[in-house]
T-cell receptor, first 115, second 114 residues
Framework: DAGVIQSPRHEVTEMGQEVTLRCKPI?????LFWYRQTMMRGLELLIYFNNNVPIDDSGMPEDRFSAKMPNASFSTLKIQPSEPRDSAVYFCASNLRLAGVNEQFFGPGTRLTVL | AQSVTQLGSHVSVSEGALVLLRCNYSSSVPPYLFWYVQYPNQGLQLLLKYTSAATLVKGINGFEAEFKKSETSFHLTKPSAHMSDAAEYFC????????????FGKGTKLTVNP
């Protein structure tokens, strides 16, 4: 199994540009999570989906952020327009439920730098 | 409400010394507890998990953690630190009952000195 796949691994963009981060979860996992990690705030949950439906988006910072999951094997996180304070590492994780316990598997992350 | 507190944002040990990373939790329902490790420029990897089957849990790379309900703690230990253990460690919980949202602590960065 290839694990959770994220692309791109690194993204450098200028303020005001649109940024799209992509995630392919592990096949068979039915929940997907987007996190943001910064030195100041640590690891924050932005949004999560179950069976492709957004369940909790209370962590999405503002309307500039949007996330979609059109099918079980693909999700995007979009920032439009981007701002320097959006610079962070964004992680995607997918969830497997085994013996009643949920376990999350993380991707390698996308390091976003907004100039 | 649920929360996880990791005492000490930075811990430094000598190679071969005991590693002890502290985690305390607060949860209104019985929790499942996890320790994740993050190596530089990588994602989080599961070290071990407590699922109420046994209070002493063994994980990968020689790490173990003990669930102590009376102390609401889930401290991570390793008898002898190795240089390759240098990383950031996160304690996290999920409430039992089907919840999928992990609540993370702020992390502890472990430095191993030669």
């Amino acid at each position: 199994d290839a694990g959770v796949i994220q692309s791109p691994r690194h993204e450098v963009t200028e303020m005001g540009q649109e940024v799209t981060l992509r995630c392919k979860p592990i096949s068979g996992h039915n929940s997907l999570f987007w996190y943001r990690q910064t030195m100041m705030r640590g690891l924050e949950l932005l949004i999560y989906f179950n069976n492709n439906v957004p369940i909790d988006d209370s962590g999405m910072p503002e309307d500039r952020f949007s996330a979609k999951m059109p099918n079980a094997s693909f999700s995007t996180l979009k920032i439009q327009p981007s701002e320097p304070r959006d610079s962070a590492v964004y992680f995607c994780a997918s969830n497997l439920r085994l013996a009643g316990v949920n376990e999350q598997f993380f991707g390698p992350g996308t390091r976003l730098t907004v100039l | 409400a649920q929360s996880v507190t990791q005492l000490g944002s930075h811990v430094s040990v000598s190679e071969g010394a005991l590693v002890l990373l502290r985690c305390n939790y607060s949860s209104s329902v019985p929790p499942y507890l996890f320790w994740y490790v993050q190596y530089p420029n990588q994602g989080l990897q599961l070290l071990l998990k407590y699922t109420s089957a046994a209070t002493l849990v063994k994980g990968i790379n020689g790490f173990e953690a003990e669930f102590k309900k009376s102390e609401t703690s889930f401290h991570l230990t390793k008898p002898s630190a190795h240089m390759s253990d240098a990383a950031e460690y996160f304690c996290a919980l999920i409430g039992q009952g089907g919840s999928e949202k992990l609540v993370f602590g702020k992390g502890t960065k472990l430095t191993v000195n030669p």
